[in-house]
């Protein structure tokens, strides 16, 4: 009697086997369109809105020309010199703010004096939304980069330190006690149970802070910025060009989905035990 | 709070395992001319063979303090279990079974009276004592051979020891092949062999087994009746096992100790003196196996 557990590889070609290449391609061609329908179906309503004058070209240009304009903009050079500052600026917040979450989190979850301390403290400061401190901490640190950093820091510290504290401490007691039966040293016990354990926990932290930095950064260079995405849109506004903010919105949205998207991959690299999809 | 072992015990339990190591390979060379049946002997001969792996529990009693109430939960156990035995904890649900193996294990404490293994009091939990939950407790991302793996961490042994070590017991329990597999593509039985496997691997003097089988359909369950029973037959180890079925009990163990609920005592011990492989159709063992049920109905 053999029975054997197919490896991952193996899984992962099987499913992608399909009678034909034909029926494979066209399933394929399917699964990625099928998100794209209602977009498809709404930039089609829109230009008939335009096309036939149910709503003023003013208020809202049609597709057409917000196209033209995305393609001037990319020309021009407008979209790559200020999202390329943005995502400078996402860069440099994310690895700041995350990396001090994680280790609050860290110290959150491994220490009730620290939970204690600074726990309900943190709880409250991340029900104030980024954009009221914006004032305040421009009186302390001015509308420089300074200003900007800190917000986008705030933005993701917080919830990365929350999630990842109460995933280290919502380690089943199940497996701890097994850590304890099999008299684990503490150096075993936490690379080998409550990191992995908790690392579910930290990464939707990661991908809940990195959304957060991403949204407090726009609304930051909105308001006191002279470059960035943030600024485009708001400078779009004030000439009253509708098409540009237009393109810049729809351009925070892709550049917020594509850095999820990539966390998310990340993390499904990183969680291979659960399997495929949260469920398992 | 450090859960690290002192270094002494890390070798007293290496020592005791390597000397284990060449028991094992004496008896399994004398025990290799023999059918696997044949290995299945009375404990009795254990205790001339091994002598060690004795437990004794001596007028134990546990309580619980509950909302300013105290709640005893065990009073007064006395048992030997003899080295090599195989014994099964029988009664109803909020007796205290599974206390009884908490406290042996270690995980429960601040108990009355004593516990002793070899004639030591036992001290917090360490490798000479394995346990075998209910549910399997793998850790859903380690590899199976790495669930494994993870008991011999704490025995500072050589990389290619634990493989060795870890490669038998796999073979052991029936799972050759599923050395890379993780816990979410096993069975519920082969989840639980596995949990088995990790008991066994850093070769503890006894298994402690509370309702294994408890949570699987019952094919698989005399599947793996059988299997654990070839499995004690070949590493010759003392084990307590708690279960709710009588008839599990009875096909399995040397003595059934029946407990009463509320607080849990020793009410009988009743030896199965029949030769295994068991009949269950056999009379001596239905009229066992109803000994036991009117005892726990009493």
């Known amino acids: 009697m053999s029975i054997s557990i197919p490896s991952t590889a193996q899984v992962a070609s099987r499913t992608g086997k399909a009678p034909g290449t034909g029926i494979r391609f066209g399933r394929r061609i399917w699964g990625f369109s099928q998100p794209l329908m209602f977009p498809v179906v709404t930039v089609l309503i829109w230009s008939a809105a335009s096309a036939y004058g149910w709503v003023s070209p003013q208020i809202l240009p049609s597709p057409a020309i917000i196209a033209g304009t995305f393609r001037d903009m990319l020309v021009g050079g407008d979209i790559s010199a200020n999202l390329g500052i943005s995502l400078i600026r996402v860069a440099k917040g994310f690895v700041l703010g995350g990396s001090l979450g994680l280790a609050l989190g860290v110290a959150m979850g491994f220490s009730?004096?620290?939970?204690?301390?600074?726990?309900p403290l943190f709880r409250t400061v991340s029900q104030i939304p980024s954009l009221v401190w914006i004032p305040v901490l421009m009186q302390l640190f001015g509308i420089d980069e300074m200003l900007k950093l800190v917000i986008m820091v705030k933005a993701c510290l917080i919830p990365i330190a929350i999630t990842s504290s109460e995933g280290i401490r919502n380690i089943p007691r199940h497996y701890l006690e097994v850590a304890q039966v099999l008299a684990?040293?503490?150096?075993?016990?936490?690379?080998?149970?409550?990191?992995?354990?908790?690392?579910?926990?930290?990464?939707?932290?990661?991908?809940?802070?990195?959304?957060?930095?991403?949204?407090?950064?726009?609304?930051?260079?909105?308001?006191?910025?002279?470059?960035?995405?943030?600024?485009?849109?708001?400078?779009?506004?004030?000439?009253?060009?509708?098409?540009?903010?237009?393109?810049?919105?729809?351009?925070?949205?892709?550049?917020?989905?594509?850095?999820?998207?990539?966390?998310?991959r990340l993390e499904a690299r990183c969680l291979r035990w659960r399997g495929t999809g949260v469920s398992g | 709070m450090s859960l690290s072992v002192p270094a002494a015990w890390t070798a007293r339990v290496s020592a005791y395992?390597?000397?284990?190591?060449?028991?094992?390979?004496?008896?399994?060379?004398?025990?290799?001319?023999?059918?696997?049946?044949?290995?299945?002997?009375?404990?009795?001969?254990?205790?001339?063979?091994?002598?060690?792996?004795?437990?004794?529990?001596?007028?134990?009693?546990?309580?619980?303090?509950?909302?300013?109430?105290?709640?005893?939960?065990?009073?007064?156990?006395?048992?030997?279990v003899?080295?090599?035995?195989?014994?099964?904890l029988v009664g109803a649900s909020g007796c205290g079974k599974s206390t009884i193996l908490r406290l042996i294990v270690g995980l429960d404490t601040d108990h009355d009276g004593d516990i002793l293994l070899d004639d030591r009091p036992i001290g917090p939990p360490g490798l000479e004592r394995g346990i075998v939950f209910q549910e399997h407790r793998l850790m859903p991302w380690l590899t199976v051979e790495r669930n494994i793996g993870l008991s011999l961490e704490a025995t500072?042994?050589?990389?290619?020891?634990?493989?060795?070590?870890?490669?038998?017991?796999?073979?052991?329990?029936?799972?050759?092949?599923?050395e890379r597999a993780f816990p979410?593509?096993?069975?519920?039985?082969?989840?639980?062999?596995?949990?088995?496997?990790?008991?066994?691997?850093?070769?503890?003097?006894?298994?402690?087994?509370?309702?294994?089988?408890?949570?699987?359909?019952?094919?698989?369950?005399?599947?793996?009746?059988?299997?654990?029973?070839?499995?004690?037959?070949?590493?010759?180890?003392?084990?307590?096992?708690?279960?709710?079925?009588?008839?599990?009990?009875?096909?399995?163990?040397?003595?059934?100790?029946?407990?009463?609920?509320?607080?849990?005592?020793?009410?009988?011990?009743?030896?199965?003196?029949?030769?295994h492989p068991r009949d269950r159709g056999d009379p001596r063992f239905i009229a066992i196996r109803q000994a036991a049920l009117s005892e726990l109905s009493r």
């Open chain 2, 17 to 80: 395992s390597s000397a284990l190591v060449g028991w094992r390979t004496a008896n399994s060379a004398a025990a290799s001319g023999s059918s696997p049946r044949a290995a299945v002997r009375p404990p009795s001969e254990a205790t001339a063979t091994r002598g060690r792996g004795a437990l004794q529990l001596r007028r134990v009693s546990k309580r619980y303090e509950v909302d300013g109430k105290t709640l005893d939960v065990l009073q007064g156990i006395d048992l030997v």
């Open chain 2, 184 to 275: 979410r593509q096993l069975s519920g039985g082969m989840a639980q062999r596995v949990a088995i496997a990790r008991g066994l691997v850093s070769q503890p003097k006894i298994l402690l087994l509370d309702e294994p089988l408890g949570a699987l359909d019952s094919l698989t369950r005399l599947h793996l009746q059988q299997e654990l029973l070839g499995i004690w037959s070949r590493e010759r180890i003392a084990m307590v096992m708690v279960t709710h079925d009588v008839e599990e009990a009875t096909f399995l163990s040397d003595r059934i100790v029946v407990l009463s609920p509320r607080p849990g005592r020793v009410r009988r011990i009743i030896t199965v003196d029949l030769p």
């Open chain 2, 156 to 178: 500072g042994r050589s990389a290619a020891e634990c493989a060795r070590l870890v490669q038998e017991h796999i073979d052991l329990v029936g799972l050759t092949g599923f």
């Open chain 1, 112 to 119: 009730r004096t620290v939970e204690i301390w600074i726990g």
């Open chain 1, 184 to 264: 684990l040293s503490r150096r075993s016990r936490i690379v080998k149970i409550i990191l992995p354990g908790a690392l579910p926990s930290i990464f939707s932290g990661l991908r809940q802070g990195l959304s957060h930095l991403w949204v407090s950064l726009v609304i930051v260079e909105m308001l006191v910025s002279a470059e960035g995405l943030g600024y485009l849109m708001s400078w779009g506004r004030l000439i009253f060009q509708l098409d540009v903010v237009i393109v810049c919105m729809i351009l925070v949205g892709v550049i917020g989905f594509a850095l999820d998207f990539g966390l998310q």
């Open chain 2, 82 to 88: 003899e080295p090599g035995e195989f014994i099964c």
